[in-house]
């Protein structure tokens, strides 16, 4: 198993741009979230998700959108960059239904936006 | 939501224990405490969690004290290895609703 693959590893952005932080885990996990982690920082939850076809904000959804169409696939969109967005941005999957919620986490993108 | 407090840093010698301690006074009877790391910026990792009793794996012992205020990981021979930011966190189960509520975290740095 790959676990949770994040593409990419690295982007710079311009204000205003916009792009899609991807996010696949192949555990067949029904839960899946998206982080922020700013430098020096510990994560922020921006969304996340209890399996496919639903998604809930989290404690800094703003400037952010989400859709789970698949149990796999949790992609993370950023309409209008701004350079509060630089950050390092990590996506996690858990299972759901067993006592042990370890959260797995792909290897981050890290995206600056000047 | 419980909070939790950890030392901002820390230091061990390679070889000896690591006892990483954490508050979390306000806590409520159905949360359960959960520690992760991460090591140089990748992903955190999980390490342990418990609700009410002490609780040992392959990586570390969780020891929570009885009025679950405050718990302390340990490290039992801790290596290079282990130099990474560890994270103190509490679970809130709210239904389907399971978040994790990060704090600062307490730099551990394993020394040779």
């Known amino acids: 198993n790959a676990g949770v693959t994040q593409t990419p590893k690295f982007r710079i952005l311009k204000i205003g741009q916009s792009m899609t932080l991807q996010c696949t885990q192949d555990m067949n996990h029904n839960y899946m979230y998206w982080y922020r982690q700013d430098p020096g920082m510990g994560l922020k939850l921006i969304y996340y998700?209890?399996?496919?076809?639903?998604?809930d904000k989290g404690e800094v959804p703003n400037g952010y959108n989400v859709s789970r169409s698949t149990t796999e696939d949790f992609p993370l969109r950023l309409e209008l960059a701004a350079p509060s967005q630089t950050s390092v941005y990590f996506c996690?999957?858990?299972?759901?239904?067993?006592?042990?919620?370890?959260?797995?986490f792909g290897p981050g993108t890290r995206l600056t936006v000047t | 939501d419980a909070k939790t407090t950890q030392p901002p840093s820390m230091d061990c010698a390679e070889g000896r224990a690591a006892n990483l301690p954490c508050n979390h006074s306000t806590i409520s009877g159905n949360e359960y405490v959960y520690w992760y790391r991460q090591i140089h910026s990748q992903g955190p990792q999980y390490i342990i969690h418990?609700?009410?009793?002490?609780e040992t794996n392959e990586m570390a012992s969780l020891i929570i004290t009885e009025d679950r205020k405050s718990s302390t990981l340990i490290l039992p021979h801790a290596t290079l290895r282990d130099t990474a930011v560890y994270y103190c966190i509490v679970r809130v189960d709210g239904g389907n609703n399971r978040k994790l509520i990060w704090g600062l975290g307490t730099s551990l740095a394993v020394n040779p």
């Open positions: 998700s209890v399996g496919a076809g639903i998604t």
């Open positions: 996690a999957s858990s299972s759901r239904g067993v006592l042990r919620y370890e959260q797995y």
């Open positions: 418990g609700l009410k009793n002490n």
